[in-house]
């Protein structure tokens, strides 16, 4: 379970639920991020380092608490741009093979722009409906909020909640430069 040269560290991390953004540290205890998301064994992900603010008004910090627990449930994204290699299990693919994929997507009060990777061809009905996971990554992803999109947030990595998903869609190949 866990990636070879990861240590036992934290990882900042912002979640966006429907009402609120929750910016907190985790302790990734040797695993990578996208396996704590992912774990069928555990509802919960404990937090340390918490603040939390609302939504329309991000930067104003409602509470700031030392530890909280938050329900992957109502989890709509997670956004990480530092220590993205704390996220994602790094799979290596033979050179070239990897190519990367507009992705466009609407969850409940968000729109998401961004990449996705593939080795192959993309099969939307293996990434929503056969794949096990629930949280799906996206890179260098920007999140607006419908009501608002004057508000967004942008990450280098993005988690989306499967289960939130409303419509998800694969655009063209990115060029890569």
């Known amino acids: 379970m866990t990636q070879p040269g990861i240590r036992s560290g934290t990882i900042a991390v912002d979640f966006l639920t429907t009402t609120h953004r929750i910016s907190a540290q985790m302790i990734l205890r040797g695993r990578v991020l996208a396996d ?73 009060g968000f729109e998401i722009e961004g990449q996705m990777e593939f080795t192959g061809r993309p099969d939307l009905h293996a990434l929503l409906v056969t794949n096990v996971e629930r949280f799906i990554p996206v890179m260098n992803a920007k999140v607006a909020m419908v009501e608002r999109p004057e508000l967004s947030f942008a990450g280098e990595l993005i988690f989306i909640n499967r289960d939130l998903i409303h419509m998800f869609s694969l655009g063209g190949e990115v060029a890569r430069g």
């Open 36 to 108: 704590v998301l992912n774990d069928v064994r555990t509802s919960f992900i404990p937090l340390e380092a918490v603040f939390l603010s609302r939504l329309e008004e991000p930067a104003r910090i409602l509470k700031s608490l030392s530890t909280a627990i938050l329900s992957k449930n109502h989890i709509a994204v997670v956004l990480i741009n530092v220590g993205v290699e704390l996220a994602l299990k790094v799979v290596p693919a033979p050179h070239g093979a990897r190519k990367a994929y507009s992705v466009f997507a609407t969850i409940l």
